[in-house]
C-alpha cells in the first residue's frame, strides 16, 4: 500500500463531510477489497475504475486518475457511509478536518450514492443527535461546494423535497442533493 499525497499520511477527522461519526474507536477491520468495494458503493458505476480508493489512514488501496478520492465507511460506524470526493472537496475536507477556514473558490461534487449514517444539519462537529441539531439521515445524494453567493437561493430545510444547504453561514456550507429515498 501507499500513502496519499507523496508518502505523507493523512487521517480524515470525525464526522467528515458532517456524514461521518466520530472515527475514535475500535470499529471491525475490513480486508483491502472489501474496503475498495465499500469505498467504490459511494459513487457511480462509469467512475469505479477510475477513482483512487484510499483507506481512513490515507494509505492508497486502488490507484486511479479521474480525480476522485474514495473512502470507505468509517471503522468506528456500524452503517455505510462510504464517499467520493473530488480535488475541490479534499481541500475542504481537509480544512475541516483542522478546524481551519475555507472559501469555495470553484465548484466541487462528492459522492454519496450509498447514503449515511446522520449528521447535523446546522453544527459541522456535532457528533450525534440533539434536540436542536436537525439531526438527517441522507439517503443517496451528492454534496456540492461553490462560492457562497451561490448557495444563497437555496433553502436549509432537508425536508423541502429537493436540494438544500447544509451548515449554512459556516466556512463549510455546501450543497446536499438527494438523489434517492431515504431509509
Excluded at 64 to 83: E, I, K, R, V, W
Aim: proline share 8%; with cysteine.
Amino acid at each position: 500500500m501507499k500513502n496519499l499525497h507523496g508518502g505523507m499520511k493523512w487521517m480524515v477527522g470525525p464526522g467528515l463531510v458532517a456524514l461521518l461519526a466520530s472515527l475514535a474507536g475500535s470499529g471491525v477491520v475490513m480486508a483491502d477489497q472489501a474496503m475498495v468495494d465499500d469505498a467504490l458503493a459511494a459513487t457511480w458505476p462509469g467512475m469505479k475504475s477510475g477513482a483512487q480508493v484510499v483507506d481512513w489512514e490515507g494509505n492508497v488501496l486502488q490507484e486511479g486518475d479521474n480525480g476522485y478520492t474514495c473512502m470507505p465507511t468509517p471503522p468506528s460506524m456500524t452503517g455505510t457511509a462510504p464517499l467520493c470526493l473530488d480535488e475541490a472537496w479534499m481541500h475542504w475536507a481537509k480544512a475541516w478536518q483542522s478546524k481551519q477556514p475555507f472559501e469555495a473558490g470553484s465548484m466541487g461534487i462528492a459522492y454519496m450514492l450509498a447514503g449515511d449514517e446522520g449528521a447535523s444539519n446546522v453544527d459541522p462537529y456535532a457528533e450525534g443527535m440533539t434536540d436542536d441539531n436537525e439531526w438527517i439521515k441522507e439517503g443517496p445524494h451528492l454534496m456540492i461546494i461553490a462560492p457562497a453567493a451561490l448557495l444563497e437561493g437555496y433553502p436549509t430545510d432537508p425536508d423541502n423535497g429537493g436540494p438544500y444547504v447544509m451548515w449554512k453561514g459556516t466556512d463549510y456550507q455546501h450543497l446536499m442533493v438527494p438523489v434517492g429515498a431515504r431509509d
